[in-house]
């Protein structure tokens, strides 16, 4: 017997959700550091070895600096930085109130919601705005970050 009425769509809702529980804790952790160390952070000597080595930005390039503005309430320069924190962060708030929802009240919350595919799908953008951004920076020079 499950331990709540509703059954999800997708079958790794549940375990993601535990999932989404401990990334609470990691975002706390991680606001109150760049809350208090963010601007070192951001303007360091910490250079990316992906960049130093082959000279083109990593998938991963910018996050720092997006999670620095989204913590100080910047959306937008975080999304310039790097989409996939600012929309990873709104799908992971929307997952973990609407799962909260469904299984703490019986009429709330989307049950048919497809987490793992917004996953894989929020893996993909990650993967699309490395590619655009490469071909922006090795090809034509531009950058935002």
Known sequence: MKKYE???ADDATEAWYVVGKVFIAIFAVV???FLIWGDHLIHGKMKCAFYLLLH???PGCGCTRATY???HLHPWK???CNPFIIVSFVMYVFFMVNT???LHTKKLG???LPVTK???ADLILLMAQWVIRNILFVGFGLTVL
């Open 78 to 80: 975080s999304f310039l």
């Open 6 to 8: 509703k059954e999800f």
């Open 100 to 102: 909260f929802l469904c």
């Open 56 to 58: 083109a930005y990593c």
């Open 118 to 120: 917004l996953v894989y």
């Open 69 to 71: 503005w989204l913590v």
């Open 31 to 33: 606001t109150i550091v």
């Open 110 to 112: 989307f049950t048919k």
